[in-house]
């Protein structure tokens, strides 16, 4: 069992930056691979980035790269995302996922239904 819980959020102008956190609790965070979606109102929960559970490989979708980092810290049982150039468009509820099952890769972990554990989100508002 893993328990995230995410910080980080805020009001932010446009152009800013953020770093979101997400600390998770048990003994296998380090086994699995971690993700960050994202939910605007009104709006299905999209993908934001994806990292292994080595943090060897990373992905990111298309409107992030470039501006959002993920990364993480095994010995702090922590994922990051660091976004920077922050547009309006990234206002949104923000989502840490733990995959839960045990895989070299983030093949496949672009989708909602591939992960088995969700922090509470955290809320990400830019304003113009």
């Known amino acids: 069992q893993v328990q995230l819980v995410e910080s980080g959020g805020g009001l932010v102008q446009a152009g800013g930056s953020l770093r979101l956190s997400c600390a998770a609790s048990?003994?296998?965070?380090?086994?699995?691979?971690m993700g960050w979606f994202r939910q605007a109102p009104g709006k299905e929960r999209e993908f934001v980035a994806a990292i292994s559970w080595s943090g060897s490989i990373s992905a990111s979708r298309d409107v992030a790269k470039g501006r959002f980092t993920i990364s993480r810290d095994n010995a702090k049982n922590t994922v990051y995302l660091q976004m920077n150039s922050l547009k309006p468009e990234d206002t949104a509820v923000y989502y840490c996922a733990a995959d839960g099952k045990i895989r070299p890769s983030i093949i496949g972990l672009t989708t909602v239904g591939e992960y088995d554990y969700w922090g509470q989100g955290t809320q990400v508002t830019v304003s113009s």
């Open positions: 048990g003994r296998t965070f380090s086994s699995y691979a």
